[in-house]
């Protein structure tokens, strides 16, 4: 079964800075996606950025960047220029790549990120 | 509509009592999928349909909880004689596919509460 571990349960970082937050996760697939996802107090959990497995570059999304290192085992998410939108719990995850059938989501606990003007 | 909606968004029941929640995915989309979010944890995979089929349940709790889709669009989650500790947010989310590059969309979620 696959694990997904983020070991800071709470952050905080000043608005415009940067804040990297952490997630290990543990599988014996060789092929896979990773996910981080955002949940703001409204409950929606909204998509920030996905990495699949087999790619070495790391994934880019405007702000949002990760660092991925498929041999340790961990996948970072780095917020640049952090604003107060930001404010939010922010979830690992992991979807094992399959041959059809359920690609279901393994979360890790959540890192409540808190960005102060 | 243009994202998940799910209903209704809280949900009150006593120990004992039967509860049905909503999920309606975005059009076209064939893959439906269930978690459980307890207070301060992430969500934790329940169930998921692909059009109307149920192909894993092996999330589900209990046989208390129980799931349809039966038009492979509008899916309800049902949990008989609910307990204290089913007491949690309920996510749907929907994919066009079954695969990562189709990413998955959440709903707003359902807090259930049981006194």
């Known amino acids: 079964a696959q694990t997904v571990t983020q070991s800071q349960p709470e952050m905080s970082v000043q608005e415009a800075e940067t804040v990297t937050l952490s997630c290990t996760y543990d599988t014996s697939e060789s092929n896979y996606y990773l996910f981080w996802y955002k949940q703001p107090p409204s409950r929606q959990m909204i998509l920030v950025i996905r990495q699949e497995a087999y790619k070495q570059q790391n994934a880019t999304e405007n702000r949002f960047s990760v660092n991925f290192q498929k041999a340790a085992k961990s996948f970072s998410l780095k917020i640049s220029d952090s604003q107060l939108g930001d404010t939010a719990m922010y979830f690992c995850?992991?979807?094992?790549?399959?041959?059809?059938?359920?690609?279901?989501?393994?979360f890790g606990k959540g890192t409540k990120l808190t960005v102060n003007p | 509509g243009a994202g998940v909606s799910q209903s209704p968004r809280y949900k009150v029941a006593k120990r004992g009592q039967d509860v049905a929640l909503r999920c309606d995915p975005i059009s076209g989309h064939v893959s439906l999928f269930w978690y459980q979010q307890a207070l301060g944890q992430g969500p934790e995979f329940l169930t998921y349909?692909?059009?109307?089929?149920?192909?894993?349940k092996s999330g589900l709790p209990s046989d208390r909880f129980f799931a349809e889709r039966p038009e492979g669009s509008v899916s309800t989650l049902k949990i008989q004689r609910t307990q204290q500790e089913d007491s949690a947010v309920y996510l749907c989310?929907?994919?066009?596919?079954?695969?990562?590059?189709?990413?998955?969309?959440f709903g707003d979620g359902t807090r259930l509460s049981i006194l």
């Open positions: 349909f692909q059009n109307e089929a149920q192909l894993d």
């Open positions: 995850a992991f979807m094992k790549h399959g041959q059809g059938g359920s690609e279901k989501l393994v």
């Open positions: 989310a929907s994919s066009l596919g079954d695969r990562g590059n189709q990413p998955q969309h």
